[in-house]
């Protein structure tokens, strides 16, 4: 097989090798092969075309009309012409599956079933990444930028399963990379033949040819490895800045909002009343938790995630007190009174295999928490969280015992004044606040004898009294423009309901923040509770001295509002529109499994017989929504290429050392032009490590002026005068006799001047070296040549124009 077949081969296995990082995202994975068979008559096509030989460009061409023809074949048959042509009716029906296929990615978990339209995306995605590759490492010779659409195709791929065994397919990527670089190598270095295998080298160093005497390297080798070494890295760094592509907090935190990355740090602040709409309006009400418990009631059991407790005037934010190792028995809730009726309940809660959150859900107030791994606890915001990166809800199952807490209507009445500290800290608003929210506050609480009366009165008229519609369309912003516009509109959804009646309470002077979590759920007939995205909720929480932060609902159709804001009814009356039926209790019914002996509440937490293993089951939803799936292509090329930018001049020069190096052809002016490029190859290694070129001078005087001025001595020095006076012989000799061992004496005067160099020298040589101007400089030519024989061209149109016109018509043409 020859050089370039090898490499054509090798860019086909390491584009399918880089494919396989998608296979978890779709199931069943025959896609893949037909991308696989489709990607190889594609390398096929361009091995032919170069056989002809075709121009590189057209040879590009045929692959992209032979990519075209194939899935036009396998996905627009029915409307091409004789089933194979490409016609209008294919690509309106090409647009009809990308139509599908978007919709698909945002409707269906992972593993996605491979519908038409997600085929057509994977399958036209790979198609595309492998015509780059062939087209980089084998049409245009150019292996190490052919790295960079695999990279692409490996994030995107890790991105959006993020980051489940995607380890494992890093290696299978990295190696088909490797692969490549390492095929372009031994292609190059093939076409040196045996001009250099006479030249003799020190004990243990490797020999001029292709030996392997077991020394170091020779330089393209040493250049493949650090270009694999190099874009391995850019692999592991591009997924680690990359933003989060999740759906929000409820979906799992974003943006590096989670705890520290593994130094003991705090865990940072999010801001996820945003993410809230995006949440509700999810065309399918996924299943992110699934709860059992001993509560007697589930209809007031909600899972609380954070509360925000710092209102800036934009949103409504979570400020980081510091964290602890969460204690076997977490302390007792600030504010609250041993008088206070309270009952402590169990539940067992598990997380969806997609649902990633770096807090836990749990009941409010808990006073035990039990879970596997390294989680750290808020004694202020009473919230468990992640301490290492990685850490998150994910699959987790744990229990947690909480404190259902029943005041009395009298005991928030009676309620003294809050701490000095605490009422300072969460009555604060912003200058910014709209003079119409106290003023609207004042007038809604007007006649109300104590703080809880003004609570009351604030939860009822925004959910049953003021003529508020419940809407999740409505724009979600969350600062001093969007309440005055909700106090306006009087629409909304939980967000505006609960950040608007908490900055109403704090103008009365009641301390008040907004949590942010889950409403109760569905109960389930085996007694589960299950908790999905449409449950998303934020609720605001009041102080009240002797009973603590409390809950209040002043969302209208949203959860269900506290007994102790109820006003009390008369026996036998009806019930409260805000309170539930008693027959709609959430409360899930008894396992049917459970022994006659087993206590109540051990039955109502599934802990008798079978069930006592697991508690509730697991959500059967192991993936997550493939919305960011084009987003997140886009992110990962533009990040990519704003990577690469800053290593462009290092990447024209280690192109231009290898093209030097790689130089083809056996004859007697191959050899020659590789004499030529060796030397240049110094003189630009002296001048990115500060010896500048002089052109005026001769090869044996410009070795020497590098050899003084890079202070080279022994075998380094030879080496450079070794190959000035090859270069003398090519020029002036009347019989060229080109030199041999030129690679190792350009390796010798390259350690020689690094050596003799500063450590910032020789950074600066490597990632902006001066010798790059030179790409510039051709260009330039180039640009020149080409406009000169532009205007050389338009001049001869120009006199043979008044020709033309005098010729008969019936001569012309």
Known sequence: MSGRGRVALCAFAATVMAAGALLPLVSPATWLVQAAVMVAVLSGVGALARRVPLA???????????????????????????????APGVFEEFGALLTSGGEDVGQYAIPAPATDGIRLMLIGGVLLIGLAVDALAVTFRSAAPAGLPLLALYSVAAGLSGGEQSWLWFPLAGAGYLLLLLAESRDRLSQWGRVFGGAPRAPGRVSAGLGTGGGAAIAPVRTGRRIGVLALGIALAVPAVLPDLQGGLLVGT??????????????NEVTPLVSLKDDLNQAEDREALRYRTNAEDTSGLYLRIMALDRFDGTTWRYTPRGFEDVPERLPDAPGLRPDVSTTEISTMISAAGWYRQTYLPMPYPATEVKIAGRWRFDPAGRMVGGRDRGVSTRGASYQVNSLVVNPTREQLASAP???????????????????????????????????YERAVKLQDWFAVDGGFTYDTQVESGTGVAAITRFLEDKEGFCVHFSFTMAAMARTLGIPARVAVGFAPGTPLPDGSVSVGLHDAHAWPELYFEGVGWTRFEPTPSRGSAPEYTLPEAPAGSPSDPLQPEASASAAPSAAPSASESCPA????????????????APPSDSGFSLTSWLLGALIVSVVALLLMVPLLPMFLRIRARARRLGSGGRTTADAVARTLGAWREIIDTAWDLGV??????TP????????????????????????AGSVEQVLYASRPQPGTGLTDDIERAREGLRASAGRWTRLRALLLPRSSIRVVWTVSERWTAYLSRWEVQRLQFARRLPVLRRRPSHEQG
């Open 56 to 86: 590189r460009a057209l040879t590009v061409a045929l692959q992209a009309v032979a990519a075209l023809v194939m899935l036009t074949v396998t996905f627009g048959g029915d409307r091409a012409l004789f089933g194979f042509l490409p």
């Open 692 to 697: 500048p070129p002089d052109d005026s001078l």
């Open 254 to 267: 974003g943006g590096g909002s989670g705890p520290g990355v593994g130094r003991g740090a705090g865990i």
């Open 601 to 616: 509440q051990e039955r109502r937490l599934g802990a008798c017989g079978a069930a006592a293993a697991d508690g509730a």
């Open 700 to 723: 044996r005087k410009v070795a020497v002026r590098i050899v003084e001025r890079g202070r080279l001595a022994g075998e380094a020095a030879e080496a450079v005068h070794r190959v």
């Open 417 to 451: 004044r809050a701490p000095a500290a605490l009422l300072r800290e969460y009555t604060r608003v912003p200058a910014v606040l709209p003079a119409v929210v106290k003023s609207t506050a004042l007038r809604i609480t007007a006649g109300a004898a104590n703080d």
